[in-house]
């Protein structure tokens, strides 16, 4: 997928962009998101600024530039192994031209590979090199980093070393319950995610916080917030009433939650640049099937 911007809404210089997906191997299944590669060119040696909504845990390498980031009270700059918890706040940076390899975790990937509780590390962005959960990771960095490299040893590199570190967890069956009514469902209440997954309340509670990083209630309503963002960025010049989920009460309602969520108002987001998300929804719908992570099946 190739995508190219010009000069927009805030003067960002020309860019190209190109997005490719790898699936990750069978015995993933319901671990990652995906293995996605981004090449990026910027023109004149300038950079681009974005938002990432909030999403599941990812680690991101990069070959070129790379880039500043924030999310929360984290400030990453400089590092070419870029880690993030799982997220309720937007990630904003800045990234001139460079190659990217992204591994986003699912709620199971975090269980079979990540050893600390998501909760601990929600709304967290690291130098991947210096976190106790992710500095396992930076194996990959020489290679992946590598711009001699092909992205087939990259993606096999990836396959190999997530095989090596991979640990079963017990509570598997559970984590694959609860993300499923996610996002199969459109829950209000607590007990009713609790009866769809089956557990009591007490026990989904401590699966969402050690695994998904967040309480039941929060992922609830961060999944409804993702389903209108993603609405809206995926029909271009739709307003935000348009794309706004069903199970909001009114457009006030979702106003404040975009604030929550974003940190800013709609009107105040939609006023913005959003070079690498557009495109990168836009091809991750066509060629994946969901536009965004916390969309994605297990």
């Not at 190999?160 to 199969?184: C, F, G, W, Y």
């Not at 006023?271 to 690498?276: K, S």
Request: charged letters at 20%; aromatic letters at 12%.
């Amino acid at each position: 997928m190739v995508s190219r911007g010009d000069q927009g809404k805030t003067g960002q210089p020309d860019y190209t962009v190109r997005s490719h997906f790898h699936t990750p191997p069978s015995q993933f299944n319901g671990c990652f998101t995906t293995f996605y590669h981004l090449s990026l060119q910027v023109e004149n040696g300038g950079t681009i600024e974005d938002f990432l909504q909030p999403e599941w845990s990812n680690i991101r390498f990069f070959a070129g530039s790379s880039p500043k980031a924030e999310l929360a009270d984290c400030k990453i700059s400089g590092a070419r192994f870029n880690a993030t918890g799982p997220s309720s706040l937007p990630c904003h940076f800045e990234l001139g031209s460079c190659e990217m390899w992204g591994i986003g975790f699912l709620p199971l990937g975090w269980a079979r590979f990540i050893d600390e509780d998501a909760h601990s590390l929600a709304n967290t962005a690291w130098d991947g090199r210096n976190s106790s959960a992710f500095a396992k990771f930076e194996v990959l960095s020489d290679v992946l980093c590598d711009l001699d490299a092909t992205r087939e040893e990259q993606a096999a590199l990836i396959a190999a070393t997530m095989e090596n570190l991979m640990q079963p967890s017990r509570d598997e069956p559970k984590i694959l319950r609860v993300h499923n009514a996610l996002v199969d469902g459109s829950f209000l209440a607590v007990k009713d995610l609790a009866e769809a997954c089956g557990m009591s309340i007490r026990t989904l509670e401590r699966v969402c916080c050690r695994y998904f990083g967040f309480t039941p209630k929060r992922l609830m309503r961060r999944q409804r917030f993702i389903r209108s963002l993603t609405s809206y960025m995926l029909h271009r010049g739709s307003r935000w009433t348009e794309a706004m989920d069903a199970d909001y009460h009114d457009q006030a309602q979702f106003t404040r939650e975009f604030h929550e969520f974003m940190t800013m108002n709609p009107s105040e987001y939609a006023a913005l640049d959003h070079p690498i998300l557009s495109s990168f929804m836009e091809a991750r719908a066509r060629i994946w099937g969901s536009a965004a992570q916390a969309l994605d099946r297990p």
